[in-house]
């Protein structure tokens, strides 16, 4: 699927602050950023429709989310944790209720 | 809390046969959808079954729906080895969340 593109797809860090890139090129409405921990399920973090932020509030406040358009969404991440090691997809859907999630390649962060 | 799970861990069948996955769930859905996801690829859609619908194909996948013991299944038949992935049911409720259960990895060997 080369119609969202996340960048960069491999990241290893220290306790540093880093961002996340994402871009889709299919004009939806709504764009997100899940979570998946080895051999767990997707886990939203947040979620923007239309520029409007819905966050899921078990996330931990180092996880910055923004929207600059209706085609990129970025996710700013201070002072990353060893449990924050996981890999992190952008998706989006036309809209938000029982819509297709279509999702990126996804961006591997390692904490050492 | 998971408010959708499939039930099985893992399962794997030979090339050629046929498997079924099956998802139970915890709340009223307005749609249920199946994922498959590939090692190092994100969750890809294969079908997507709302509430009023019964059973739904694509090719050689099926996927039904039973509203009133809140469960679907996903079958596959003339398996082949690139179906082996891990495969998600998800469950949508009208709000604006979709909510993954645990996941099936299939494996099909040769």
């Known amino acids: 699927n080369t119609k969202i593109t996340q960048s960069p797809r491999y990241l290893i860090l220290g306790r540093a602050n880093k961002s996340l890139e994402c871009e889709q090129h299919l004009g939806h409405n709504a764009m997100y950023w899940y979570k998946q921990s080895a051999e767990k399920p997707p886990e939203l973090m947040f979620l923007y429709n239309l520029k409007q932020l819905i966050r899921n509030e078990t996330v931990p406040s180092r996880f910055i989310p923004e929207c600059p358009d209706s085609s990129k969404l970025l996710l700013h991440i201070s002072a990353v944790d060893p449990e924050d090691s996981a890999v992190y997809f952008c998706?989006?859907?036309?809209?938000?209720?029982?819509?297709?999630?279509?999702f990126g390649e996804g961006s591997r962060l390692i904490v050492v | 809390s998971q408010l959708a799970e499939e039930n099985s861990w893992a399962l794997s069948v030979h090339e050629g046969e046929s498997v079924t996955v099956n998802c139970s769930y915890k709340?009223?859905?307005?749609?249920l959808q199946w994922y498959r996801q590939k090692s190092g690829k994100g969750p890809a859609q294969l079908i997507l079954i709302r509430s009023n619908e019964r059973e739904k194909r694509n090719g050689r996948l099926r996927a039904t729906l039973d509203t009133s013991s809140q469960s679907s299944s996903l079958s596959i038949t003339a398996t082949r080895c690139e179906d082996t992935a891990v495969y998600f049911c998800?469950?949508?409720?009208?709000?604006?969340?979709?909510?993954f259960g645990s996941g099936t990895q299939l494996t099909v060997m040769p």
């Open positions: 998706a989006s859907s036309p809209g938000t209720s029982g819509n297709t999630l279509y």
């Open positions: 709340t009223s859905i307005t749609a």
């Open positions: 998800a469950t949508s409720s009208g709000s604006w969340q979709l909510i």
